[in-house]
């Protein structure tokens, strides 16, 4: 299996602050990455797929980036309704695999 | 809009058969791909499987000895069957809608205890 690894496990920021968070696959998954974002109790709302494409819908202050092994998520001015917590995804290759979730937190 | 439910049970005993639907609304489930995701505590999100053009199936080896997914076409719905669960099956199970490039549309998610 394809094991994600997000960097750092969480991060304290302020509104208005640019955040960006890492993901790193175990093997290269080409540009077949995904980001979601999950507040608590809530299913994960995609953001970002083929590791640039903006889901419809989603703000145009989150960009992705990267390929191969190492990719970004970034938020380029935090809104209060952007704490939470965000997650990578691999669809290279079976079976499909999660990071373990990057903590966006109010400083 | 496309919107998906999960239905079944909140509580399965040890060594029995999980079983959960998810009802689909607003695409017709006869094409696109349908999967069924998991979330613990202990393993983070899981990808259980996928089944596509309401036949062909892709499972994640780490369970596919226990995993059916199957589709009911005529009401739109597709189903997750997890026998022999454990302690360790306990989660919030999800279906999506998707796979490759990513999960579109995602249920709101039914908790599953395994306990006696």
């Known amino acids: 299996d394809i094991q994600m690894t997000q960097s750092p496990s969480s991060v304290s920021a302020s509104v208005g602050d640019r955040v960006t968070i890492t993901c790193r696959a175990s093997?290269?998954?080409?540009?077949?990455l995904a980001w979601y974002q999950q507040k608590p109790g809530k299913a994960p709302k995609p953001l970002i797929y083929s590791a640039s494409s903006l889901q419809s819908g989603v703000p145009s202050r989150f960009s992705g980036s990267g390929s191969g092994t190492d990719f970004t998520l970034t938020i380029s001015s935090l809104q209060p309704e952007d704490f939470a917590t965000y997650y990578c995804q691999q669809a290279n290759s079976f079976p499909f695999t999660f990071g373990q979730g990057t903590r966006l937190e109010l400083k | 809009q496309v919107r998906l439910l999960e239905s079944g049970p909140g509580l399965v005993k040890p060594s029995e058969t999980l079983s959960l639907t998810c009802t689909v609304s607003?695409?017709?489930?006869?094409?696109?791909?349908w999967s069924w995701i998991r979330q613990s505590p202990g393993k983070g999100l899981e990808w259980i499987g996928y089944?596509?053009?309401?036949?062909?199936?892709n499972y994640n080896p780490s369970l596919k000895s226990r995993v059916t997914i199957s589709v009911n076409t005529s009401k739109n719905q597709f189903s997750l069957k997890l026998t022999s669960v454990t302690a360790a099956d306990t989660a919030v199970y999800y279906c999506?809608?998707?796979?490759?490039?990513?999960?579109?549309?995602w249920g709101q998610g039914t908790l599953v205890t395994v306990s006696s």
């Open positions: 093997q290269g998954v080409s540009d077949w």
């Open positions: 999506a809608m998707g796979g490759a490039p990513n999960f579109d549309y």
């Open positions: 089944i596509y053009d309401t036949a062909n199936t």
């Open positions: 607003g695409v017709s489930i006869s094409s696109l791909y």
